[in-house]
Nanobody
C-alpha cells in the first residue's frame, strides 16, 4: 500500500509564500514522477507543475516565475515552493505521483493521489 500525504498549506496574504510538501510512504522502491494539481473554488482542476520521468520539469503558464517544483529522492518527497501568491491561487492542491513499490519479491508501479491540502490567499 502506497500513500501520498501533502502538508504545508494554509492561509497567506497576497504576495506571501508557502511551501507544500508531498511525501510518499509504503514499500517504495522509487518515486518515478510527481506532479501538483489544484482544484479552484469554481471546481476547475488544473495542472500546476510536474517533475516527470528523467527529471523533466514543466509549469503551467499562470505559475511560471512564481512557483518551483523540486524533489528529494531519498525522502520520497516533492515540494512546491510558491512565491508571490495571488488570490486566484486559492485552491485545494493535490499531489499525484507514479511510484514503483515492492510486493514480496515482485515490483509494481502505479499512480496515486494525495488527499489534498487547502491554500487560501486573502488579506
Amino acid at each position: 500500500q502506497v500513500t501520498l500525504v501533502e502538508s504545508g498549506g494554509g492561509l497567506v496574504e497576497p504576495g506571501g509564500s508557502l511551501r507544500l510538501s508531498c511525501t510518499a510512504s509504503g514499500s517504495i522502491v522509487t518515486v518515478n514522477a510527481m506532479s501538483w494539481y489544484r482544484r479552484t473554488p469554481g471546481n476547475q482542476s488544473e495542472l500546476v507543475a510536474a517533475h516527470g520521468f528523467g527529471g523533466l520539469i514543466e509549469y503551467a503558464d499562470f505559475v511560471k516565475g512564481r512557483f518551483t517544483i523540486s524533489r528529494d529522492s531519498d525522502k520520497h518527497t516533492a515540494y512546491l515552493e510558491m512565491n508571490n501568491l495571488k488570490p486566484e491561487d486559492t485552491a485545494e492542491y493535490y499531489c499525484f505521483g507514479t511510484v514503483t513499490y515492492s510486493r514480496g519479491d515482485r515490483r509494481s508501479a502505479d499512480s496515486y493521489w494525495g488527499q489534498g491540502i487547502q491554500v487560501t490567499v486573502s488579506s
